[in-house]
């Protein structure tokens, strides 16, 4: 399958399509490695960027109300650089004004989406760290994997699903106590 | 109903398998207010979850991809220069050569100039060294009595032990000991040496060691006064010698100004002692004398001595007088202060 034109990848993401997400994350990245590595980053600093990147992009285009008004290429550029520069300055590499550069393509609202959002993934990544084994695979099968109650009794060995539910409901108090942690000291 | 069944309820909810009853029952359940709060943190952590979930997935999808990616790793294009650039190549290469060769010589010619300050530098560190070594040098044939190498002096700044001198009387000590009338003969061990202000400070380790009185002085934080009459007390022989004059200079040998020209006749053996005011405080430490001037004599300010005793980089805290218990005339003065100053012996 060879996916050249945008509307093309864009209706197949839209469909959940793997293949398309695969090609679109292939394409584009050789430009946003070259953009950020020939601006004081590394390799895998470019790979971060270009991530969160084609994620903010996926997660766009689950929205029916989001419209491309550009090329792919040129929107996942945009976030990217954006995204760099910003990291830039948190480094304090880069001291000019962001904000007064190229806003015409209305990026900004990815860019602190990106942040928004790869900040809460590092916050239930970490709450998910502290939570341990088996809690954390139970946790994970049930609610992101979608398993039932029976399967996940027997995986771990419960003698019958209302043990496995305790169980559940136990590490389930622990993921609340750790990831609100932050909140209310807050 | 408790929370772990309202979670129950809510996460078979989710999933669609509940049953009218159910149904009824968790809305019932929903209209607790702390029930409902519950229900919404639990909402709030499932959405993290799946998003979290989501994330999770993306990311490993694309980093398996990025394995693929970084074999086809571009090759670096090489360019060559166009043989029509070469000359101008060859142009801009000499001319870089040439400012290479020029800035290497001008730093060479300013090397030169500054290897002549040093040298002339060097003298002057040559000749302040036969100035300042007023450490009297014990003659070969009096070891065998005396076996002690030089001697200067000393004076206490703590009843605890701790004693100021100068760092060219100790600066090569194997050992040092202390002596006077009233305290007898300790071992001290030198704990501080600040060659650059010629300061050493002492403490004595001696167990036998004791001092009844407190210190009567201050060790004043304020320059002295051009002309102010000062004194000291030092042992350039075996007994302590008074020695007076006044405040000739408010710096030292070639202008330093951390030391204070004097008109005291000092002799080898008074390196280290007290140089003191009218009021029995001290101004100075004795360090040296310029050996073509006659009657001009140095001693350390007594600042830079308060520097020295509040260097962070000494690790023992040294109480210092806080006032000055002096009473009476010059000779009450020194009969207080004859029991502090010490001769310093030092053995290399």
Known sequence: MNYNSDDLIIAEIRKHNQMAL????????????????????????????????????????????????????????????????????????????????????????????????????????????????????????FYIGDLGMEEIAIKFGYTNSDNAKNQKYKCLQRLKKLFFADDKRN | MSERDLIELLDRQSRGDLSHQETIQLEEALKHPEMRAAAEKHGVLLSQLHAYGKRQALHTMMDSLHETIDEQKPKGKRVFLRKAYWPIAGIAASIALISVIFTWSLNQSVQDKMEEYKELRLEVQRIEKSQNAIVKEIKEKEKAIQPSRYSGTGFFISSKGYLVTSYHVVKDADSVYIENGAVGNHKAEVIYLDALSDLALLKVVSDTFEMKTSIPFLIRTAEADLGEEVYTLGFPREDIVFGEGSISALTGYRQNPTAYQISIPVNPGNSGGPLLNSKGDLIGVISGIQTKLTGAAFAVKSTSLYEVVKNDSIHETIPLPRQNTMRGNRVDQVKKWKDLVVMVRVYN
Not at chain 1, 66 to 74: A, E, G, H, Q, S
Not at chain 1, 119 to 136: D, H, I, R, T
């Open chain 1, 22 to 141: 695969r090609e679109l994350y292939r394409a584009h990245y050789p430009m946003v490695r070259n953009l950020i590595t020939n601006n004081s980053g590394s390799e895998q600093e470019a790979k971060d960027v270009y991530q969160e990147a084609v994620i903010v992009f996926y997660e766009k285009l689950q929205r029916a109300d989001f419209v491309l008004t550009c090329k792919i290429k040129t929107y996942l550029y945009a976030v990217c650089r954006r995204l760099w520069l910003k990291r830039l300055a948190e480094k304090k590499m880069y001291t000019g004004n962001i904000e007064s550069l190229e806003t015409f393509l209305g990026v900004e609202d990815e860019v602190n989406d990106v942040e928004e959002k790869a900040l809460a993934f590092k916050k239930m990544q970490v709450a998910l760290g502290g939570l341990g084994e088996p809690c954390k695979t139970i946790i994970t099968d």
